[in-house]
């Protein structure tokens, strides 16, 4: 297993090349696999998705694929996953974004970037969210670290144990607590893995495979 291997870094997920996750044919998410579209050119947005949503496995495919060290791959309670599917300016959304904000403080105006043809991205910086929609329906959410393409750190809970900030966020604790990723790759100048059946990316600080500590900059999030 890759965890294992970590430790003593001989025939390792981080020694080996990285392979190149296949494109999603949906919308805008096709162009990531092509060098990131009109959207990486600008610098914004890079941590797409790279399936889509019918080539996913299925949630329950998790059990086979996750080596079980200590998170549940059939968690579904995150508030953020409750989120996926909802329409844009649904207040479900409304009201989490308040949240992540402190008790009695303005909720900064997000920075809404569209791009044809059905495409937005509604990005709250103040908080380390972004949310993608495609045609109107929140279809993948990006948490980011601290510092990260101008994002302040993600305060929340994010599903699956994962984290953006603090000791537990780096590449090495993720593949402990997740186990062996489905696919992996490099995207933007930095690597990412990836959990098909959790429905997960995380990209890691470092541009290649020879740092296990490189810390997450950013996690994604889609539905399964």
Not at 3 to 8: E, K, L, P, R, Y
Not at 37 to 63: C, I, L, M, Q, V
Request: proline letters at 6%; charged letters at 20%.
């Amino acid at each position: 297993m890759m965890f294992d291997s970590i430790h003593t870094h001989t025939n390792s997920f981080w020694r080996r090349e990285p392979t190149r996750a296949p494109g999603s044919t949906r919308g805008l998410a096709a162009g990531a696999a092509r060098g990131h579209g009109a959207r990486a050119r600008e610098g914004k947005n890079r941590n797409w998705r790279f399936f889509p949503r019918k080539t996913r496995p299925r949630r329950s495919d998790a059990h086979h694929l996750m080596a079980g060290a200590g998170a549940d791959p059939t968690d579904g309670s995150s508030p953020l996953l409750a989120l996926l599917g909802t329409a844009e300016g649904d207040t479900a959304v409304t009201a989490y974004v308040a949240s992540l904000h402190p008790a009695g403080a303005r909720v900064s105006k997000p920075d809404v970037k569209r791009f044809p043809p059905s495409c937005a991205y509604v990005n709250h910086k103040a908080i380390g969210l972004s949310l993608c929609y495609e045609a109107g329906v929140l279809d993948a959410i990006h948490l980011y670290a601290d510092g990260v393409d101008g994002f302040a750190g993600f305060p929340g809970e994010a599903p699956h144990g994962l984290c953006v900030a603090g000791e537990k966020s780096t590449g090495r604790s993720v593949v402990e607590a997740l186990g062996e990723p489905t696919s992996k790759g490099t995207a933007g100048g930095f690597v990412f893995v990836q959990y098909d059946a959790l429905g997960v990316k995380l990209d890691l600080e470092a541009a290649d495979w020879e740092t296990p500590d490189a810390r997450v900059r950013c996690v994604s999030l889609w539905s399964t």
